[in-house]
């Protein structure tokens, strides 16, 4: 596999048209445990592949609301780009939880149960019968989206350089994250310019991001926990599994805590922030150019 490399001095590839690409993965011979010998650093990954969906899918509705209201035509475009590559992720990411997951003897309802209730209840969009509170409502969930999307950047942006490779990390599932961080990473500024847009507030910028921190973390958490928990050919306590976690990530396997949640969380608080400082355009759409799954679409 064509490994990214990220430099310090890239070529600018110019403004990038945001769209969904037609991908697919087969994940049916692919291992549970997809870095061998990494069993928590495998788990704490495909965790993704049970929470996106309906994550991303809550974008997605959010997004399909606000767009009718947006009168920017570029901002517009870029919104469709992004609904279309959610949803296409949404998709991805659910069709290889059945077919590597599932089929190895994980039960995600329980957790599939939480993320519904947080999102498609708690989140849902208000009933409220006064159109400034039905604004307001839906400007406080698109802050919450540009939070969130903060994370996922970081993320992409840690799926292209990390060091999967060097482990023999399974080649479809390493294709698959990359491709996600990938896009990701090429659309890291629109939720953000969306939020603005309907609402620049520093205020609600920082009130979303303690909300998407404490949510980020309580989901690594408890859902690396359950998935350790109810891995067949695991048996291991909590403390274990805290203390393989924190071994794989000094090894560039998974994002260290104290980058995620500290100082890849800090830089969203200062004033003058901007998605752009997250991860490389460049290098983005060089993955996506070499993508076995994405060149594999253009065939």
């Known amino acids: 596999m064509l490994r990214p490399r990220r430099f310090d001095h890239e070529c600018d590839p110019g403004p990038v048209q945001i769209q969904a690409r037609k991908v697919h993965f087969d994940v049916t011979e692919v291992p549970l445990h997809w870095i061998p010998g990494h069993p928590v650093a495998s788990n704490f990954a495909s965790l993704l592949n049970v929470v996106l969906p309906p994550v991303e899918r809550w974008f997605v509705a959010v997004f399909n609301e606000a767009l009718p209201l947006v009168k920017d035509a570029k901002l517009a475009d870029d919104m469709r780009g992004f609904i279309g590559q959610e949803a296409t992720h949404a998709d991805i990411h659910d069709q290889v939880l059945r077919d590597l997951m599932v089929s190895h003897g994980i039960d995600p309802q329980p957790l599939l149960d939480q993320v519904d209730f947080v999102f498609s209840r708690t989140l849902a969009p208000s009933t409220s019968s006064d159109p400034k509170r039905r604004l307001n409502h839906l400007c406080d969930r698109l802050w919450l989206i540009a939070a969130i999307e903060h994370y996922t950047a970081v993320l992409g942006d840690f799926a292209l350089n990390c060091n999967w490779d060097d482990y023999d990390a399974d080649p479809t599932i390493v294709d698959l994250f990359r491709w996600h961080g990938s896009e990701e990473v090429e659309h890291r500024n629109v939720a953000h310019d969306v939020a603005v847009y309907f609402h620049d507030s520093y205020l609600d910028r920082i009130r979303s991001m303690v909300m998407a921190v404490a949510m980020v973390f309580v989901f690594f958490q ?67 150019a070499s993508s076995a799954a994405a060149r594999a679409a253009h065939l």
């Open 222 to 288: 408890r859902g690396t926990w359950y998935l350790t928990k109810t891995d067949p050919k695991l048996d291991m306590g909590w403390w274990k599994m805290q203390w393989l976690r924190a071994r794989d990530s000094s090894k560039g396997l998974l994002p260290t805590y104290r980058k995620l949640f500290g100082s890849n969380t800090l830089t969203y608080f200062r004033p003058g922030f901007s998605p752009e400082e997250m991860g490389s355009t460049a290098q983005a759409v060089a993955y996506l």
